[in-house]
């Protein structure tokens, strides 16, 4: 293929994972990342073998391993007593599957992708650049920045997050939505953690119209603690607005007495909200050589534990469609036919499971929908 430059809007998980598969197949990208540092913020993630598949071919799995946590076993308990209602077991997801589930900071997955990108062309990446707009041609595709910048590429990628101003750009009429969803988080040393959640490790308590779970990762230094619960309304916009531990708290009132001293040992200034927005599925992600990965393509909620890990799908399947292809046509053709459906079921599937826990069903898993058999580094292209 002729293709000679890749434009990729968005540094963070998604956007590095695809702008490293390319590299790897011997394509040179520019990445452009609104903020002005480009790094990620301090939150948890889970990293399952269908995308630990992808940072195998990428020569990052061994490394986010280890610096992360994998438990033993997965808890789920009542909300009220705290008492395990059923476990899985690692084990038996290693047996099948090849891998551990890890749990991961997600500031240290996207540190080693930033560190590979870098590593292979220390101008990759632009920070400081908020995408406004594009142009495309028969030739290239133009994209403006706010400000005042101008960048030229043969194909751009729209890797911006659920909010993509990329997909806004496409389909102008589409915005996103709140899902009626308000998350908590927080990062808990371990030496705050109560004695009882530390040996639980990785739980979960589905409860009516809320979820909570926690989790250790970077080797059980420090534990992650999610919450989700329906609200009416919100109207705040970002990832990091401020919330007090008495807030959650009083959210979560009527759950076990270890889950309720978790949530007050979070530290103070450590506890952050936001709302879950959403957009409906695309009938199609591509028009001409524009098109968009990851929360750009389809936005998840998190109750399969998947958003990350499909975006890191997408990335690598990118960067294999591309080398396959004869054309920049061709290779956005071959991109969009692997991922559109999968993309889309895993999205749909995320609410469903979402709306099964908190009615107080078990729903049906990632790995009851067989999530983790895809294999990115192998599927047709």
């Known amino acids: 293929m002729k293709t000679k430059l890749i434009t990729i809007i968005g540094a963070g998980i998604g956007g590095l994972t695809a702008a490293l598969a390319l590299q790897r197949r011997g394509f040179k990208v520019q990445v452009f990342e609104r903020s002005k540092e480009i790094r990620e913020i301090g939150a948890g993630i889970t990293v399952s073998p269908n995308a630990r598949r992808a940072l195998r071919d990428l020569e990052i799995d061994q ?43 997600r500031a240290d997955l996207h540190d080693l992708l930033l560190r590979a990108v870098k590593a292979n062309d220390e101008n990759a990446l632009h920070a400081g650049h908020e995408f406004v707009n594009f142009e495309q041609d028969e030739h290239g595709v133009s994209a403006a920045f706010a400000n005042g910048a101008l960048a030229r590429g043969d194909v751009l990628i729209g890797a911006d997050g659920y909010a993509s101003a990329v997909r806004s750009c496409l389909f102008p009429s589409e915005a996103p939505k709140f899902t009626g969803q308000v998350s908590f988080r927080a990062l808990i040393p371990r030496d705050l953690v109560p004695t009882s959640i530390l040996e639980r490790g990785l739980a979960y308590y589905p409860s009516p119209k809320r979820t909570l779970m926690h989790y250790p990762m970077r080797g059980g230094k420090i534990f992650n603690l999610l919450g989700n619960a329906q609200s009416a309304n919100w109207e705040e916009e970002g990832w990091s607005i401020s919330a007090t531990a008495e807030e959650f708290a009083q959210a979560y009132a009527d759950h076990a007495p270890e889950v309720l001293a978790l949530i007050r040992a979070v530290p103070a200034g450590g506890l952050f909200k936001w709302g879950l927005r959403d957009r409906e599925p695309l009938q199609t ?38 080398a396959a292809a004869e054309t920049v046509e061709d290779a956005l053709h071959r991109y969009e036919a692997a991922r559109k459906t999968r993309g889309t079921n895993v999205q749909i599937w995320s609410r469903e499971q979402g709306q099964a826990l908190q009615n107080g069903h078990k729903g049906r898993t990632a790995i009851d929908r067989g999530l983790y058999d895809y294999d990115p580094v192998s599927a047709p292209v």
């Open 63 to 105: 490394k986010l391993e280890s610096c992360s946590s994998s438990a033993q076993e997965m808890y789920i308990c009542d909300y009220a007593t705290g008492q395990v209602k059923y476990r899985n077991f690692d084990s038996s997801i290693v047996e099948k599957y090849g891998f551990h589930v890890l749990q991961v900071h």
């Open 285 to 322: 992600w591509t028009v001409g050589r524009v098109t968009v990965l990851g929360d750009a393509a389809h936005p998840m909620t998190p109750f399969l534990g998947q958003g990350a890990c499909i975006a890191m799908e997408d990335g690598l399947v990118l960067g294999r469609a591309f």
